[in-house]
């Protein structure tokens, strides 16, 4: 069994191969399934009521953090298989449903993968918590975000090409057989399972949403992530629209995105703990606000690209930070059920801004829509003012030297 604690590069390792699968499906749910619903006849805000539906589960992540932490006593790392098996059930089952006829059925195992993801992804952040030590946080979210942007754009381009060539159910059968290689690697990992005495989660995650700094958090992240939602809807949509592309040529486009935002994870992790969090998670978002208004410049694939690389690389950099920050404040005891309600909420900002995206461009057209998508950012800047970054790393220092005694 291999150690994480003492190699490190295994534990980045570990972490970027679980979050690649969160990419997998990412890509599904952000290029394959919007264009295969255009092909397929389905209304645009069709499509983007339809992903929201199946990116719920994401947005109560405090239900699967809540189950992870009772049991913790079995660990994290049976989470994470029992997390991955139903990814793969809800990839296979709908490689045999057509969306045009049963969209129900389509929509019901695709939202069962992505519960599947849920409880991956609260059982990963939690493992992440006990064993990251604060001044790595943001090199250990580097490597999460990393490997996350990295299944984007393996999916975006891999499974596009495949679902231009041999089909989409053929995209979503490699994508099941992708994810069951990666949770191969977890069953060969030591985990030192915690022997925590039962608690009441309650009382003390109440404890710990009453301070000051988890609040103004709280309020930001639904607000950072509007933006994202927004974007990654209505950038492929716009391609096939607006641009004419077809579908492996959307591919190819979408993933300069997660590879720009792969650097721009690495470089926003790295960045964040040598800096404060506070002035790299600025100089990111303001960089964002502007990129994203440019898009009204988009009149070619060219020009496009190049406009969306720079918003991945931005957005890899500003999502990496945030959560570093929500890392930082979260209790160990109660480490997958307080973050995950933190991301949680994060989701449900990044799911508004996708159902509001087929609405925005139906009344105001993809032009207006991009200036809407910059202007989000403006309450965010305004929150990030109120964090205490000095604080905040104190806190967390004081939680894991409790956590010791």
Same mark, same amino acid.
């Given at each position: 069994?291999?150690?994480?604690?003492?190699?490190? /590069? /295994?534990? /980045?390792?570990?972490?970027?191969?679980?979050?690649?699968?969160?990419?997998?499906?990412?890509?599904?749910?952000?290029?394959?399934?919007?264009?295969?619903?255009?092909?397929?006849?389905?209304?645009?805000?069709?499509?983007?009521?339809?992903?929201?539906?199946?990116?719920?589960?994401?947005?109560?992540?405090?239900?699967?953090?809540?189950?992870?932490?009772?049991?913790?006593?079995?660990?994290?790392?049976?989470?994470?298989?029992?997390?991955?098996?139903?990814?793969?059930?809800?990839? @296979?089952?709908?490689?045999?449903?057509?969306?045009? #006829?049963?969209?129900?059925?389509?929509?019901?195992?695709?939202?069962?993968?992505?519960?599947?993801?849920?409880?991956?992804?609260?059982?990963?952040?939690?493992?992440?918590?006990?064993?990251?030590?604060?001044?790595?946080?943001?090199?250990? =979210?580097?490597?999460?975000?990393?490997?996350?942007?990295?299944?984007?754009?393996?999916?975006?381009?891999?499974?596009?090409?495949?679902?231009?060539?041999?089909?989409?159910?053929?995209?979503? !059968?490699?994508?099941?057989?992708?994810?069951?290689?990666?949770?191969?690697?977890?069953?060969?990992?030591?985990?030192?399972?915690?022997?925590?005495?039962?608690?009441?989660?309650?009382?003390?995650?109440?404890?710990?949403?009453?301070?000051?700094?988890?609040?103004?958090?709280?309020?930001?992240?639904?607000?950072? =992530?509007?933006?994202?939602?927004? $974007?990654?809807?209505?950038?492929?949509? !716009?391609? +096939?629209?607006?641009?004419?592309?077809?579908?492996?040529?959307?591919? @190819?486009?979408?993933?300069?995105?997660?590879?720009?935002?792969?650097? *721009?994870?690495?470089? *926003?992790?790295?960045?964040?703990?040598?800096?404060?969090?506070? #002035?790299?998670?600025?100089?990111?978002?303001?960089?964002?606000?502007?990129?994203?208004?440019?898009?009204?410049?988009?009149?070619?694939?060219?020009?496009?690209?190049?406009? /969306?690389?720079?918003?991945? !690389? @931005?957005?890899?950099?500003?999502?990496? $930070? #945030?959560?570093?920050?929500?890392?930082?404040?979260? =209790?160990? +005891?109660?480490?997958?059920?307080?973050?995950?309600?933190?991301?949680? @909420?994060? =989701? *449900?900002?990044?799911?508004?801004?996708?159902?509001?995206?087929?609405?925005?461009?139906?009344?105001?057209?993809?032009?207006?829509? !991009?200036?809407?998508?910059?202007?989000?950012?403006?309450?965010?800047?305004?929150?990030?003012?109120?964090? #205490?970054?000095?604080?905040?790393?104190?806190?967390?220092?004081?939680?894991?030297?409790?956590?010791?005694?």
């Amino acid at each position: 069994m291999i150690d994480i604690i003492r190699h490190s /590069y /295994y534990k /980045y390792f570990l972490f970027a191969s679980l979050y690649f699968s969160e990419g997998i499906i990412m890509a599904i749910g952000f290029v394959i399934i919007p264009v295969y619903f255009v092909e397929k006849g389905l209304s645009i805000e069709l499509t983007g009521l339809v992903i929201g539906i199946i990116g719920l589960p994401v947005v109560i992540k405090f239900i699967w953090g809540a189950i992870v932490d009772h049991f913790i006593r079995f660990g994290r790392k049976i989470f994470i298989i029992i997390g991955g098996l139903l990814i793969i059930i809800g990839f @296979l089952a709908v490689v045999f449903i057509d969306p045009s #006829k049963s969209l129900i059925a389509f929509t019901f195992f695709l939202f069962i993968s992505v519960c599947g993801m849920g409880f991956l992804d609260v059982s990963s952040d939690a493992w992440a918590i006990e064993i990251g030590k604060d001044e790595e946080l943001g090199k250990i =979210n580097g490597s999460m975000f990393a490997g996350q942007y990295a299944g984007m754009a393996v999916g975006s381009s891999l499974l596009a090409a495949i679902a231009q060539f041999y089909g989409y159910p053929m995209s979503f !059968f490699v994508a099941a057989i992708i994810v069951v290689l990666i949770i191969l690697f977890p069953l060969v990992i030591k985990e030192t399972k915690k022997r925590i005495k039962r608690q009441k989660m309650a009382k003390l995650l109440i404890k710990e949403f009453k301070k000051k700094q988890t609040q103004v958090l709280t309020v930001l992240v639904p607000i950072i =992530n509007l933006n994202k939602g927004f $974007i990654l809807i209505v950038i492929p949509i !716009f391609m +096939k629209v607006v641009l004419n592309l077809d579908i492996a040529q959307i591919g @190819l486009i979408v993933a300069l995105f997660p590879i720009t935002s792969t650097f *721009g994870s690495i470089i *926003g992790g790295a960045t964040s703990d040598k800096w404060t969090r506070k #002035k790299a998670l600025s100089l990111f978002v303001v960089g964002s606000m502007v990129f994203s208004a440019l898009m009204i410049f988009a009149d070619t694939w060219i020009i496009l690209a190049l406009i /969306y690389a720079a918003i991945g !690389f @931005l957005q890899g950099g500003y999502i990496t $930070i #945030k959560a570093s920050m929500l890392m930082s404040i979260s =209790n160990p +005891k109660v480490g997958a059920t307080q973050f995950s309600i933190l991301m949680g @909420l994060g =989701n *449900g900002g990044m799911i508004l801004g996708e159902s509001i995206s087929g609405p925005l461009i139906s009344a105001f057209g993809f032009t207006r829509s !991009f200036l809407f998508s910059a202007w989000f950012f403006g309450p965010a800047l305004l929150i990030i003012h109120f964090i #205490k970054e000095k604080k905040q790393i104190k806190n967390k220092l004081a939680v894991k030297s409790d956590l010791d005694r």
